[in-house]
């Protein structure tokens, strides 16, 4: 979500007149847009800021979460901060420049009526894969998350607006479009929910895949489990983060669902797709957290197969609930514990991978390999995959889905050969 949304400053800032440096040393204005989801990010930030002192002629933004949640603090420990800017303001950045010429330092974290998405300008991107903010904000309040208290609560952009973005899109080039939200199944700014959205967008010629994430187990409607049998341009990938697999853990983080219920979205969406790539999230060593309990999301591991998963170590967020809990797990439990989960998601993560070898896919390629004449880019199951290519290709694959033979599975990626369609054709029969 900050990559979007440090696109779309970008392109607010494009219209001012400003252009894109890759150098902090050439740059007038840094943006540092922060994510504070855990204690880690906001102490690269302060790093960060460090390094950036070296440029004293720069205005110095802090965008993001961190700023929302820190607010003044982050003036008064970073004297080279000029602006500090919430999530939910960031579209207010060209007037604020405007309104202080000089490093007159500035707070804006209001949650304003007027959203950022009216605010910007169409979205100038020529990528063959974009994200698309759909949904913002959480009213979930799981006990260790600072989302809601950053990002707000749930906020749902009509579907007019989002099909409007998404031919855009299309229109520079975009063959893929993710769609983003903190709670993206939530989605009610049409009729039919996420689902519904999914459908209109299905119906745009030259948009040949569609995704979304980040989902809730508890807005995981039928609707939308159906349409991953009905809409071929939803690819078979579906990230549902469960975080434990413990229902008295599930409790304590507030989740409002059950092993159960999690399972049971399984089980409905591998009778539509059989093929879909489950992906999650899971916290280790919440407050609370037994051995017998993290016993058991290694059982509900092994029970789902997933076929990638982000796994972490419980960060304690100030003004979230779990961070006053009185059963904190030591550091060396949730690093032990940790080490062994991520053992085993690797497994299956290996194994679902191998499962491709030998069989075709589609991948769009939309980035330089690791090894020099490969493309690389996403299969329908979202998979990292590396193509060979010949050096008189290169150019005109980039930004092309391409049919592949898979080659080699590892843990993160796979490798692939190109095919020629003809070359699967069935032979003609003779008359
Ligand atoms: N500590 C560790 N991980 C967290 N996440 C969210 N908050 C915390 C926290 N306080 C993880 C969850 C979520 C993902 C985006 O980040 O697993 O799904
Ligand atoms: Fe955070 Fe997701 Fe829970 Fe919302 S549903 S509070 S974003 S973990």
Known sequence: MNVYDSQRMLDSLSAEGFEQQNEPENADLIILNTCHIREKA????????????????????????????????????????????????????????????????????????????ENWPSPVSHKASSFLTIQEGCDKFCSFCVVPYTRGSEYSRPASAVIKEARTLVEGGTKEITLLGQNVNAYNGCSGGLGGLIKALDEIDGLDRIRFTTSHPRDMSDALINAFGEVDSL??????????????????????????????????????RPDIAISSDFIVGHP???????????????????????????????????????????????????????????????????????????ILLDRTGRLSGQLAGRSPHNQSVHVGVSPKEFFSLLGKIVLVRITKANQNSLTAELVREEEVKPPEVPV
């Open 288 to 362: 609370g957290e037994t051995e017998a309990d993290f016993i058991e999301t290694l059982n509900l591991a092994n029970r789902v197969g997933f076929a990638q998963a982000y796994s972490f170590k419980y960060s304690a967020r100030p003004g979230t609930p779990a961070t006053d809990d009185q059963d904190q797990v030591s550091e060396q439990s949730k690093t032990e514990r940790i080490a062994r989960l991520q053992v085993l998601l690797g497994q299956h993560q290996k194994s679902f991978n191998e499962k491709f070898v030998g069989s075709l896919s589609k």
């Open 235 to 272: 690819m078979p990938y579906l990230h549902l983060p469960v975080q434990s697999g413990s229902d008295r853990v599930l409790e304590r983080m507030n989740r409002r669902h059950d092993v159960e219920h999690y399972e049971k979205i399984i089980s409905k969406i591998r009778v539509i």
């Open 42 to 117: 906001s102490e690269k930030m302060y790093s960060e800021l460090g390094r950036l002192r070296a440029n004293r002629r720069a205005k110095v933004v802090v965008a993001g979460c961190v700023a929302q949640a820190e607010g003044r603090e982050i003036l008064e420990r970073a004297k080279n901060v000029d602006f500090v800017l919430g999530p939910q303001a960031l579209h207010r950045l060209p007037k604020l420049l405007k309104a202080s010429p000089d490093h007159n330092r500035a707070i804006d974290t209001d949650f304003p009526v007027e959203t950022k998405f």
